[in-house]
């Protein structure tokens, strides 16, 4: 039975509206173990070409999810012993890296005084704000090679302050006009032929947490964004779509599966760390990953709870092996099922019974078969699709610009991918929660400045 033929009537239409954030929030939280490693843990990622010239490939990288803006005094930052790294693949042979580029942050320490010594400078045991020790944070980028040949192509580059608030902007940033757009510019950095950013931004996702996540308790109440008013870390990258093609030229205009990259993002650790008295700890041991993201939603929406762990410590060029019956019978259709929402709303079991198995359009999705694109399912995996040679359109790329109005993504990914998980695509499904709590930046790095800690966190005034 074709698709198209599944769905009918304003019942089913109904039905899967509601459905549509039983398992949604890009990458926050979303296995348990990564759960209590937050600094760790990639929340977004979305990559694109530039329309019209595709001169240019943007890669936006998140982590550390929900961080409260005043949530101090030791506030939220990059993980010096986490390796972070943007992988790209290209061409439909396998989902190796062709390039891949490491970032590691390094915080400077700070000097140690007698705290009785009125004389002595701040630092150490000297401060009770942090802002005030001196500290910084910075890092370098490695570009890598499929051959492993590296190049440093960005080093000691600082890394965005802390959005925390006006006396800290004035005193501590010494900033006349406050933290803005302006000042948050100033920490773009030539990497290479590129460009580099880091530093906190606002979460750019949207999505109700509270009622997907009380069992999909979605037919009552209203709509929230459970993402408004926290940041994220952020790394992002530009990178001349010269150096991504296989010839070193500019990718010819025109679908092309050779010009096709497979980007995600990961975070390593090192295997051990000893735990120093002094305050100094010991790596040893090789990386060993314990975060990705390709696709937002794979993990939450597809994966079982029993291999969400596992899923984030592998690549991948692995994934049809170890993950490939997730793809065709989705969790996700059948915990709806389970917790009586089908039922409620009268959906014909015929239905339900036809999206939970044999799901070839999920992986066509992925793979941008619409497209024309033929990835054999050796090179399938859960990684975010860009052909270089069109203008990106999710699910070909992932843009932050192109959207309805300056709160809106190209695209909602919640809507598009749970309208394929939940629907084959052949209704639109709404989370109820349709824009970004600020307005995106036309420019880089994208996403929005910070919320700030003093006037926009999440306390309630005392009465």
Not at 204 to 209: H, S, T
Not at 314 to 322: A, F, H, K, L, S
Request: hydrophobic fraction near 40%.
């Amino acid at each position: 039975m074709k698709a198209r033929h599944l769905f009918a009537g304003s019942v089913a239409a109904l039905a899967f509206s509601s459905l549509a954030a039983v398992a949604s929030a890009s990458s926050h939280r979303e296995a348990p173990s990564i759960s209590f490693d937050p600094a760790a843990d990639n929340t977004d990622l979305w990559a694109w070409v530039t329309p019209g010239t595709h001169d240019k490939l943007y890669v936006v990288a998140s982590y550390n999810p929900l961080e409260e803006p005043s949530g101090g005094p030791n506030f939220h930052k990059f993980s010096d012993d986490v390796l972070y790294e943007v992988h790209v693949a290209r061409g439909n042979k396998s989902l190796d890296d062709v390039v891949t580029y490491e970032i590691k942050f390094k915080t400077s320490r700070v000097g140690r005084v007698d705290p009785a010594d009125l004389s002595a400078p701040l630092g150490g045991g000297k401060e009770f704000f942090s802002q005030l020790s001196g500290q910084k944070q910075t890092y370098n980028v490695v570009k890598v090679l499929a051959n492993g040949k590296r190049q440093v192509v960005a080093r000691d580059i600082p890394v965005a302050p802390v959005n925390i608030g006006p006396r800290t902007s004035a005193v501590a940033y010494q900033l006349k006009g406050g933290y803005t757009d302006a000042f948050a510019s100033t920490f773009i950095n030539p990497m290479g032929a590129g460009r580099v950013w880091a530093g906190p931004r606002d979460d750019g996702f949207y999505v109700d947490l509270a009622r997907t996540f009380d069992l999909a308790n979605l037919l009552e109440g209203k709509a929230t964004d459970g993402v408004s008013g926290f940041n994220c870390h952020t790394i992002a990258l530009e990178i001349p779509t010269s150096e991504l093609t296989a010839n070193g030229q500019p990718p010819a205009a025109g679908a092309n599966v050779d010009n096709t990259l497979g980007i995600w993002a990961s975070a390593s650790r090192p295997r051990a760390t000893i735990r120093g008295n002094n305050g100094v700890d010991y790596d040893l041991g090789d990386w060993v990953q314990v975060s990705r993201l390709g696709l937002p939603l794979v993990n939450e929406a597809l994966i079982g709870i029993q291999d969400k762990d596992k899923f984030n410590r592998t690549r991948p060029n692995r994934d049809v092996q170890r993950f490939g019956s997730y793809f065709l019978s989705p969790v996700i259709v059948r915990d709806a099922e389970a917790v009586g929402i089908y039922t409620a709303l009268g959906v014909p079991q015929t239905t339900v019974d036809a999206l939970k198995n044999n799901r070839l359009d999920i992986i066509d999705t992925i793979n941008l078969r619409a497209s024309g694109h033929d990835i054999p399912l050796a090179a399938t995996g859960d990684v975010l699709r860009v052909d270089m040679g069109l203008d990106s359109s999710f699910p070909n790329g992932r843009s932050i610009p192109g959207g309805k109005d300056a709160t809106k993504e190209q695209a909602d990914v919640t809507d598009v991918l749970l309208s394929v998980i939940l629907a084959k695509g052949t209704l639109t499904v709404s989370d109820g929660v349709n824009s970004n709590d600020k307005p995106y930046l036309t420019s880089f790095p994208y996403l929005a400045l910070p919320w700030e800690g003093y006037s926009q966190g999440h306390g309630k005034a005392a009465p």
